[in-house]
């Protein structure tokens, strides 16, 4: 059975960081692509980033350009989020997604946790 546990949410002030983890277990991690996507409350899911299976290749939505970095330690199956300069418009619950191909479709979705980001 394939859990993607993501860790470190919470609340911070404007201008912030926060470092979110995502725990992936029950699937090869190096064989899979991961991502980042965020849900504002009553919009769309929408995609953040995305990293390939061998760190090589990264991609971010504009907005967070230049202030988000996504990792991975393919030893400790875990991918990271590190967030910094966060505003308030960043406040969603951030979910962590497995996939076969960096452009590929979500196979696999976490439950998420809560960022939220007070002015």
């Known amino acids: 059975q394939v859990q993607l546990v993501e860790s470190g949410g919470g609340l911070v002030q404007t201008g912030g960081s926060l470092r979110l983890s995502c725990a992936a277990s029950?699937?090869?991690?190096?064989?899979?692509?991961m991502s980042w996507f965020r849900q504002a409350p009553g919009k769309e899911r929408e995609f953040v980033t995305a990293?390939?299976?061998?760190?090589?290749?990264?991609s971010y939505t504009d907005s967070v350009k230049g202030r988000f970095t996504i990792s991975r330690d393919n030893a400790k199956n875990t991918v990271y989020l590190q967030m910094n300069s966060l505003k308030p418009e960043d406040t969603a619950v951030y979910i962590c997604?497995?996939?076969?191909?960096?452009?590929?479709?979500?196979?696999?979705w976490g439950q998420g946790t809560q960022v939220t980001v007070s002015s």
């Open positions: 997604a497995a996939s076969v191909s960096i452009k590929g479709p979500v196979n696999y």
């Open positions: 990293i390939s299976w061998t760190g090589g290749t990264t």
């Open positions: 029950g699937l090869t991690f190096r064989d899979f692509a």
